[in-house]
């Protein structure tokens, strides 16, 4: 009897942990994206590239920004193992200064929050 409670003991445990060892890691390509010095009114839409190195699917459930200027857009559908996918931020140029922005990715990754950057002087048009 003793020795089917320390079998039993011993499957379960080996069954948590090879579960365990099934993550999504996301790598991105860059975690800042300089827009450098642009001209009022100019394109502000970047993309954040990244892969999936892990070996279980990547869900991003949420990307959210520090600011209502800067407009993030996930990726609706898991990405699977080894794939790559795009977060596009777009960036409201209409706004003269500097830009020094946080987007903040929500995961099942390994990292589940990961902060990106946006940085860049957005001036009036010459």
Same mark, same amino acid.
């Given at each position: %009897?003793?020795?089917? $409670? ?12 090879? %579960?365990?060892? +099934? ?10 994206? #300089?827009?450098?010095?642009? +001209?009022?009114?100019? #394109?502000?839409?970047? $993309? ?8 279980? =699917?990547?869900? $991003?459930? #949420? ?14 559908? =898991? ?6 996918? +795009?977060? %596009? ?38």
């Amino acid at each position: %009897m003793k020795k089917l $409670i320390a079998i039993a003991i011993f499957v379960a445990v080996g069954t948590g942990t090879a %579960m365990a060892q +099934e993550t999504a890691k996301i790598e991105f390509k860059t975690e800042t994206i #300089d827009y450098g010095k642009i +001209e009022k009114g100019s #394109d502000g839409v970047r $993309i954040f590239e990244f892969t999936n190195t892990g070996n279980a =699917p990547l869900i $991003i459930s #949420d990307v959210t920004s520090s600011c209502g200027c800067t407009i993030p857009k996930k990726p609706e559908e =898991p990405i699977q193992p080894g794939e790559s996918g +795009e977060i %596009m931020v777009k960036y409201n140029t209409k706004l003269v200064g500097p830009i020094r922005r946080t987007v903040s990715v929500y995961s099942n990754a390994e990292e589940a929050t990961k902060a990106l950057k946006i940085k860049g002087r957005v001036v009036e048009k010459e």
